[in-house]
Antibody, heavy 116, light 107 residues
């Protein structure tokens, strides 16, 4: 049974960084990409980027280039997403999700409120 | 970037009614199109991939169709548990992009 379990909510101040973890289980970690998608309160879904869990190669949305870093640890089947220089409009639920193509499994989401 | 235009943004429907949601891509995406259902406070769930293939476990009242730039999600005989927000998403190229969502509400 596939599970993606994310780290808990974190309150951050503007200018700070946040790292969200995503621990995968129930499948071979390196076979599927991990995507990071966020959803601001009452808004739609926004893709931040993806990591090839086999090679570590990444692709980021242009909007987040220079602020986002995605990594993975194959020994623990865990992916990480760090977002730096946080602003209030980064307040959102951040999801990790599995997919090479369509996204078939999602984590439970991590709420990151950014407020002074 | 490929823009995904989804319509309508919301609709009101009754149980057992047929519902159709459309999604238009700004360029040909060769059926690299998925549909998701999201309920409040929950992560999205995959309904359809490759434009028309139903994900395992999804009720057959859901169906997807389309090609080129135009795609449709149809719910035959809407059930109470189907009241939710639906998103289309293209995975033809990065950045992956989503439609703005369609909220299906009870009439």
């Amino acid at each position: 049974q596939v599970h993606l379990v994310q780290s808990g909510a974190e309150v951050k101040k503007p200018g700070a960084s946040v790292t969200v973890s995503c621990k995968a289980s129930g499948y071979t970690f390196s076979v599927f990409y991990i995507h990071w998608v966020r959803q601001a309160p009452g808004q739609g879904l926004e893709w931040l980027g993806q990591i090839n869990t086999d090679t570590g190669g990444t692709k980021y949305a242009q909007k987040f280039q220079g602020r986002v870093t995605m990594t993975r640890d194959t020994s623990t089947s865990t992916a990480y997403m760090e977002l730096s220089r946080l602003r209030s409009d980064d307040t959102a639920v951040y999801y990790c999700a599995r997919g090479t193509g369509a996204i078939d499994y999602w984590g439970q989401g991590t709420l990151v409120p950014v407020s002074s | 970037d490929i823009q995904m235009t989804q319509s309508p943004s919301s609709l009101s429907a009754s149980v057992r009614e047929r519902v159709t949601i459309t999604c238009r891509a700004s360029q040909v995406i060769s059926s690299s199109l998925a549909w998701y259902q999201q309920k409040p406070g929950k992560a999205p769930e995959l309904l359809v991939y490759a434009a028309s293939i139903l994900e395992s476990g999804v009720p057959p009242r859901f169906s997807g169709s389309g090609s080129g730039t135009d795609y449709t999600l149809t719910i035959d005989s809407l059930q109470p548990e189907d009241f939710a927000t639906y998103y289309c998403q293209q995975y033809y190229s990065t950045p992956l992009t989503f439609g703005q969502g369609t909220k299906v509400e009870f009439k």
